[in-house]
């Protein structure tokens, strides 16, 4: 069992940063593939982003790809979201996400889920 908490969400202007963390905690963090997926209201949850157990490899969705990156730092347990350039559209509830297997883009494949943190953008 693998337990996840995302802090790190706010208001930000358009234009601006934030940087999200997610903090895991029970079993080994680095034994796990870690994502990062929003939901805005009314739509489904998307993904942003993966990250493999070493934090070697990376994987962005085309609509964050450039602006927002993925880093790991196994000895705190720690997956981050560095966003820059934000958006209005990159308003959501930003969650992160672990598996034991390879990086997935379906929220389905993820096991262990974070309550969510509100990342809002205005203009």
């Known amino acids: 069992q693998v337990q996840l908490v995302e802090s790190g969400g706010g208001l930000v202007q358009a234009g601006g940063s934030l940087r999200l963390s997610c903090v895991a905690s029970?079993?080994?963090?680095?034994?796990?593939?870690a994502g990062w997926f929003r939901q805005a209201p009314g739509k489904e949850r998307e993904f942003v982003g993966g990250?493999?157990?070493?934090?070697?490899?990376?994987v962005y969705a085309d609509s964050v790809k450039g602006r927002f990156t993925i880093s790991r730092d196994n000895a705190k347990n720690t997956v981050y979201l560095q966003m820059n350039s934000l958006k209005v559209e990159d308003t959501a509830v930003y969650s992160c996400?672990?598996?034991?297997?390879?990086?997935?883009?379906?929220?389905?494949?993820?096991?262990?889920w974070g309550q969510g943190t509100q990342v809002t953008v205005s203009s």
């Open positions: 996400a672990a598996r034991t297997s390879w990086i997935a883009y379906r929220a389905s494949a993820y096991e262990y």
């Open positions: 029970g079993r080994t963090f680095s034994a796990y593939v």
């Open positions: 990250i493999d157990r070493s934090g070697s490899s990376t």
